[in-house]
C-alpha cells in the first residue's frame, strides 16, 4: 500500500446548516469555492449534488481547469455516502490519485454550523505526495477562506 496522505479543516460559519447545504452542494458553490485558481466542469443539468445520488458509481467525470480553462487533473466523482443536510463522504480515482477520499460534513452548533472537511489521499506516483499534500492543503486553506468570506465565520 502506498503512503495515505491527508488533512482536516474546520469553519464555523454563523449560518444554519440547511443554507450551507444549500450553497455548498452546488456547483456554482464548488467552483465558487475553487476560485479563481480552478473550476471543475459538470454535465449541463447536473448543477447540485442530487439528494438520492447513486452510491458506489461513478457520477460523472469533472474537470479539474486551473485558472478556469487548463486541464490539470480530473475527479471520477463517486458517493458512498450522502445525508442531505448533514454530510457526503466522496471516494474517488484522480488523475493524480489512485484513492481520493472527501467527506465534508456540516454539524449545527451555537449560532451556525460546524464545517469540516477531510481529505485522505494515495497519490499514484509516490514521489508526488509531498507537493500534492502541499497543494491540496493549501487549496482546502482556500475553500474555507472562500466560504467565511460568504457565511462570516471563523476557523476552528
Not at 29 to 57: C, K, Q, S, W, Y
Request: hydrophobic share 45%.
Amino acid at each position: 500500500m502506498e503512503k495515505e496522505w491527508g488533512f482536516i479543516f474546520r469553519s464555523w460559519l454563523p449560518a444554519p446548516p440547511e443554507v450551507v447545504w444549500d450553497r455548498v452542494t452546488t456547483m456554482q458553490g464548488v467552483n465558487d469555492e475553487l476560485a479563481p485558481i480552478f473550476r471543475m466542469t459538470h454535465p449541463r443539468g447536473l448543477d447540485r449534488l442530487p439528494d438520492d445520488a447513486p452510491i458506489g458509481v461513478r457520477l460523472f467525470r469533472s474537470w479539474v481547469l486551473l485558472l478556469g480553462f487548463l486541464p490539470v487533473d480530473y475527479d471520477d466523482l463517486t458517493l458512498v455516502r450522502i445525508e442531505p443536510g448533514k454530510g457526503f463522504l466522496e471516494s474517488s480515482r484522480l488523475m493524480t490519485a489512485r484513492r481520493w477520499e472527501h467527506e465534508r460534513m456540516l454539524e449545527p452548533i451555537a449560532d451556525g454550523t460546524l464545517l469540516s472537511d477531510r481529505i485522505a489521499f494515495e497519490p499514484r506516483i509516490r514521489a508526488a505526495g509531498p507537493l500534492l499534500f502541499r497543494i491540496t492543503r493549501a487549496l482546502f486553506a482556500h475553500r474555507h477562506r472562500r466560504l467565511r468570506e460568504r457565511f462570516g465565520g471563523r476557523p476552528v
